[in-house]
């Protein structure tokens, strides 16, 4: 079983359909009657979308049924493009340390304050995030940059110059990144 979850909510005749289908379409169906319920049962799911006949606020996991009929396979299709953009959405925020960083907007986030970063500074941060020991300014220039060993180059020490510089007008934060003995390091 999949372990993507359909909540129909208040919608018992189409419950009750896909209910019978529920195999065959590979979701998991789930009947909600009130909006109670249904903030008891989304706030433990990750993986869900809500059917209803109307837009429920404050949610964005949300398909309204607004138009009957509708041809059944083209409804299973626009749930999987549904599920696809969650996804899609689900995977693009990662974090490090204290703050969120989308990687499709490229923007370093915490609380409401936002940072715009380059494609340069989120591979760079998320290389150091990975790391358990200072990284080197010739790794980051091999790993990063993609230049070769050896090229007498100050450009790493440079964009870590400005990044930190950003994340510190930004955000306050002097010690994101911190520079060590062998290399760079994220605190």
Do not use: C
């Not at 018992?12 to 019978?20: A, H």
Request: glycine share 2%.
């Amino acid at each position: 079983m999949n372990n993507q979850k359909l909540i129909i909510y208040q919608f018992t005749s189409l419950y009750q359909i896909l209910k019978e289908l529920e195999q065959e379409i590979n979701f998991q169906v789930i009947e909600v009657i009130n909006e109670k319920s249904l903030n008891d049962v989304v706030k433990n799911l990750a993986n869900y979308l809500i059917i209803s006949k109307k837009k429920i606020l404050n949610n964005q996991n949300q398909f309204t049924f607004n138009q009957l009929p509708i041809n059944f396979f083209k409804f299973v299709e626009k749930i999987n493009v549904k599920f696809l953009k969650q996804q899609f959405n689900d995977q693009s925020q990662i974090s490090i340390s204290k703050y969120k960083i989308n990687l499709n907007s490229r923007e370093m986030l915490l609380k409401n304050e936002k940072l715009k970063l380059t494609e340069k500074e989120v591979n760079t941060i998320i290389y150091l995030s990975k790391a358990e020991k200072p990284i080197s300014i010739d790794e980051l220039q091999t790993n990063v940059w993609g230049y070769q060993l050896g090229i007498d180059t100050h450009t790493v020490e440079t964009h870590i110059y400005r990044l930190r510089k950003k994340i510190l007008e930004t955000f306050g934060d002097k010690n994101f990144i911190v520079s060590k003995k062998n290399g760079y390091q994220i605190n």
